[in-house]
T-cell receptor, first 109, second 114 residues
Framework: TQLLEQSPQFLSIQEGENLTVYCNSS?????LQWYRQEPGEGPVLLVT?????EVKKLKRLTFQFGDARKDSSLHITAAQPGDTGLYLC?????????FGTGTSLTVIP | DADVTQTPRNRITKTGKRIMLECSQT?????MYWYRQDPGLGLRLIYY???????NKGEISDGYSVSRQAQAKFSLSLESAIPNQTALYFC?????????????FGPGTRLTVT
């Protein structure tokens, strides 16, 4: 089993604060994806990173893939209540994706 | 209309019963997947199919079987349901022609085995 651990597991912050979520593994992945999931719905893809050291920005969200392609981080600037949800990372090995344990984020207005 | 649909959305069944979960997609994608989600464990891959005649076991296939009836349809069966198969089940699709292999998920089926 390819284990992807996310931290923190739960995060509750005030609107306007910054936060970082981490996704770590001892395995190397050919690519890594970040998803957000809201209650009662399936995960929705936010970004795919492919190259070690790659940084992608999506408005207030910044994604980084570690140089060794074993870890990734998601940084949110000035969090808003609409950012509330479960954030999942998923690393690709061969034809399969292995999902992380998830970070549940609550942004309080 | 949703691109990936799952039926039923909720199901309660008893131990030992056979149950089928169905997934349909209108995205025209060739690849389809079944995952289960449990609290604290993330999503785990059960089976995946890259074409109508292609079926592959995932991380946790024991106790499950699948059928790819057409490119747009992929069903998951529990031959004899047991309580630890209680979970949220998701179907997903992807297009092999895209480099990122982005997966698109259905809304999920909440299955309870009593």
């Amino acid at each position: 089993t390819q284990l992807l651990e996310q931290s923190p597991q739960f995060l509750s912050i005030q609107e306007g604060e910054n936060l970082t979520v981490y996704c770590n593994s001892s395995s190397v992945f050919s690519s890594l994806q970040w998803y957000r999931q809201e209650p009662g719905e399936g995960p929705v893809l936010l970004v795919t990173v492919v190259t070690g050291g790659e940084v992608k920005k999506l408005k207030r969200l910044t994604f980084q893939f570690g140089d060794a392609r074993k870890d990734s981080s998601l940084h949110i600037t000035a969090a808003q209540p609409g950012d509330t949800g479960l954030y999942l990372c998923a690393g690709r090995t061969g034809n399969q994706f292995y999902f992380g344990t998830g970070t549940s984020l609550t942004v309080i207005p | 209309d949703a691109d990936v649909t799952q039926t039923p959305r909720n199901r309660i069944t008893k131990t030992g019963k056979r149950i089928m979960l169905e997934c349909s997609q209108t995205k025209g994608h060739d690849r389809m997947y079944w995952y289960r989600q449990d609290p604290g464990l993330g999503l785990r891959l059960i089976y995946y199919s890259f074409d109508v005649k292609d079926i592959n076991k995932g991380e946790i296939s024991d106790g499950y079987s699948v059928s790819r009836q057409a490119q747009a349809k992929f069903s998951l069966s529990l031959e004899s349901a047991i309580p630890n198969q209680t979970a949220l089940y998701f179907c997903a699709t992807s297009d092999s022609s895209t480099s990122g292999n982005e997966q698109y998920f259905g809304p999920g089926t909440r299955l309870t085995v009593t």
